[in-house]
């Protein structure tokens, strides 16, 4: 690891070499003016202080007090150091005096801050930028169950402080953190991620601690991970050659966008074919009283060949030279340098270098913003280990001049197995028509849990929530729409409806028929024993109740609601109460006339049958007014009987009122029933009594059979049944009371005269008295 180390900044030192002799060598840049270098290797806080105070020096001394347009210290500026530790502990020294600090190397978002780091600048972007570009790649995978590793030092704490503010926004969980030292446990580490079932690691150190980590996967067998490297191991080339590496899964490096930088291989090779021939230094290595160190005199203090220091990582070669050339071209504007000369006779302090620079370098334009944070240009390298020339592919871009642009070419990476992206997420998604349900410790895992009817889910809009059908709409258990609720009413056009019309339109037609029937024979005997004028009351009262059954078909109207229940309980009520004076009268003719004669010609004298009539036809017309004003039947929408349906129909009305009119309605059926069944062995020509008595059973027939499909359902046809009920209430009259005695006048007219009535008359007296 110390040799690695050391290969990694002995390459930078050679790439500063390399830049500062072009510098030197130009003739536009900084003419007749050279550039120089001190060189310290920062090796520990506390023995590197030395060399902090010597920069800062002035002649030799060091003093307390001092104005900035007079101080001239050793150094007009700093380069470096490496990393971010390092760094925060030296620079503020240098802030004091305002002494501009280049850094190629620390990323901590910490320095953008100008109060505290007032002339720091750096030539790579800083950690809130790594960890957006890390975001981005998480969500253009879809992933959300992540685990961050990192060491006990300032750049991996800056980068896990940047991530945990990241993820708040943008829906990704961090399933596991670890912050490694070398005496960590790393297998347990590993171990933990695989019990979480965590496919997404993200490595945000570097050195040593890496490849710890990355050995410890590989020994214990860990698989098919994604591993997004930081900048700081992104292009390890010694770690892409790791026996077994290719097993632990997908490696995806973030690394500045390679820059070229013309004639450093040829410099390499020059310097190294020098530094073997220099038989000067070849006492150098070894000998620590010589006072010659590494540098353009003696370079043959290690045995590095050309081909280790250009085969190293150079993640760092181009902001290392950009640090160098963005000093340059500061002391190109201090100096007022042109194409010939730079004026030598400026006076040059610290804090006059770096003002505002804007300038083009490899292709690249290097420019700091208010923070001294450089324009991002990163790039995605996919691994591919232990494979010939090409180990690290570029798989994506992210920069953000003149524009801030991400994208990641997908056809690049060929997952492993199936070729799909692996899963990266804390639960499975849910099945379509399935609703999410979060835990209570992480946002992104959750349970799945189908949607009831009558909802819906929308996974664009909120997977969370399964929202409701509105009233007009309906839904199946697990869907993902609604549909439509079909309205229903009973149509004019319906084929049950089509035949309950045309029975209404027949018996109205047979109404009417009869009434003329009637009209024309109504001295007959027939006619008079089957009430003589109360015959056409009767039927007229059949003809307004058959009119009532068509409100109940087409869309329901308030007008509708009110007739179709109105006109049937008025009229149905005046005939009943005809046949109830009927069936009474007959009852008292032939069993009460003789035993009570004084009441039955009181009852003959005064027309009781018509007052009993004109009273129950007053009293139910109130009722029914009241029923049809005081909280008027109106249209209603039945929504809940049935999930597809909306069905229209018509309210009570008043119950109080209904009840009232309804029990009426029972009474007389009960009063027509009780005496015509009391009447049932009169003679056979006097049979209105079986008649009505056939017409109240039926009556009360229909009309429970309703009422029990009433309890059991609620559909759109309940209302037909019950129009059906009217109907049937209606014809068991007609065809029980009217039919058979049109019958006999038209077909039998030899029964409908009076001597045919005395004999049936005179029979039922023999018959009596016998027994």
């Known amino acids: 690891p110390r040799l690695q180390n050391f290969l990694k900044s002995y390459q930078m030192f050679q790439v500063m070499r390399f830049a500062v002799e072009e510098i030197n060598n130009s003739t536009t840049l900084l003419p007749n003016v050279s550039l120089g270098y001190e060189i310290f290797n920062h090796c520990s806080d506390t023995l590197n202080f030395p060399s902090v105070f010597s920069f800062l020096s002035q002649n030799g001394s060091f003093p307390i007090q001092r104005n900035f347009n007079k101080y001239q210290p050793n150094v007009i500026t700093v380069i470096g150091p490496y990393d971010s530790t390092t760094t925060i502990t030296v620079a503020p020294f240098f802030m004091m005096d305002l002494i501009p600090m280049v850094n190629y190397g620390s990323s901590s978002y910490d320095l953008s801050n100008k109060l505290l780091y007032p ?219 042109d194409s010939n000369c730079c004026n030598k006779n400026v006076a040059v302090y610290p804090f006059m270098v770096f003002k505002k620079l804007n300038f083009s370098l490899n292709g690249h334009q290097i420019k700091y913003d208010i923070n001294g944070d450089p324009p991002v240009s990163y790039a995605v390298v996919l691994w591919h280990p232990n494979t010939g020339s090409q180990v690290f592919e570029v798989v994506g871009t992210y920069a953000t001049y003149p524009e801030i642009a991400f994208t990641i070419n997908s056809s690049l990476i060929l997952w492993n197995n199936d070729g799909s992206v692996p899963f990266g997420n804390c639960s499975v998604e849910c099945k379509e ?60 056009t319906d084929p049950l409806s089509v035949l309950l019309l045309v029975s209404a339109a027949c018996l109205v037609l047979l109404c009417s028929a009869i009434t003329i029937l009637f009209s024309y024979n109504y001295n007959t005997p027939v006619v008079k024993s089957a009430g003589g004028s109360m015959c056409f009351l009767m039927l007229v009262s059949l003809i307004m109740s058959s009119i009532g059954l068509f409100f109940f078909f087409g869309q ?129 020509n006097y049979n209105e009594a079986k008649s009505i008595t056939f017409s109240i059973l039926f009556f009360y027939i229909s009309w429970c059979l309703y009422f029990t499909a009433n309890m059991i359902s609620q559909a759109v046809y309940i209302q037909l049944l019950y129009a059906l009920a009217q109907l049937s209430s209606l014809y068991a009259i007609l065809l029980s009371y009217f039919i058979p005695k049109s019958y006999i006048i038209v077909f039998q007219p030899k029964k409908n005269t009076q001597a045919y009535f005395q004999t049936s008359i005179q029979n039922y007296t023999q018959n009596i008295s016998r027994t």
């Open 433 to 492: 028509g399935f609703q999410r349900e979060k835990d209570r410790n992480h946002e992104c895992c959750f349970r799945c849990k189908i949607c009831p009817s009558n909802t819906y889910i929308n996974y664009t809009r909120d997977p969370y929530t399964c929202v409701p059908c509105s009233t007009d709409e309906w839904s199946e258990e697990g869907s993902i729409a609604c549909q439509r609720r079909e309205i229903m009413y009973l149509s004019f």
């Open 119 to 337: 002339s720091f600048l750096r030539t790579v972007p800083s950690n809130k930028d790594l960890i957006d570009i890390i975001i981005r790649i998480i969500k253009w995978f879809r992933w959300n169950w992540v685990a961050f590793i990192g060491s006990q030092d300032d750049y991996s704490q800056d980068g896990l402080s940047l991530f945990y503010q990241y993820i708040r926004e943008n829906g990704i969980c961090l399933a596991y953190q670890g912050m490694l030292s070398l005496e960590s446990d790393y297998y347990a580490t590993l171990k933990t991620i695989e019990k979480l079932k965590i496919n997404i690691i993200v490595v945000f150190s570097s050195g040593v601690i890496v490849e710890n980590l990355v050995r410890a996967a590989i020994n214990h067998n860990i698989r098919d991970k994604v591993w997004i490297a930081s900048e700081g191991w992104s292009m390890n080339k010694k770690l892409s050659q790791e026996p077994g590496i290719q097993n632990i899964g997908k490696i995806f490096g973030i690394t500045e966008q390679f820059t070229s930088l013309p004639g450093f291989d040829q410099f390499i090779n020059k310097t190294r074919k020098y530094s073997d021939d220099d038989e000067e230094c070849s006492g150098c290595e070894g000998q620590s009283s010589q006072e010659k160190t590494c540098n353009q005199v003696c370079d043959n203090c290690t045995k590095l060949s050309s081909e280790e220091i250009l085969n190293e990582s150079p993640t760092f070669s181009f902001p290392v030279y950009a640090a160098i050339y963005s000093v340059a071209h500061a002391l190109h504007n201090v100096l007022r340098c």
């Open 556 to 684: 329901p109207m308030v007008i509708q609601c009110v007739f179709r229940n109105v006109m049937f309980c008025f009229f149905y009520s005046v005939c009943l109460s005809c046949l109830a004076v009927r069936s009474f009268q007959i009852f008292c003719v032939f069993k009460m006339a003789t035993k009570f004669p004084e009441a039955y010609k009181c009852w003959v004298k005064h027309n009781g049958q018509w007052l009993v009539i004109t009273i129950v036809s007053v009293f139910q017309f109130i009722l029914c007014v009241l029923w049809g004003t005081f909280r008027t039947p109106a249209p209603t929408r039945d929504e809940s009987s049935y999930a597809d349906q909306i069905i229209l129909g018509c309210s009570r009305g008043n119950l109080g009122v209904l009840l009232a009119v309804v029990f009426l309605v029972a009474l007389l059926s009960f009063l027509c029933f009780f005496f015509s069944y009391m009447c049932a062995d009169l003679p056979k």
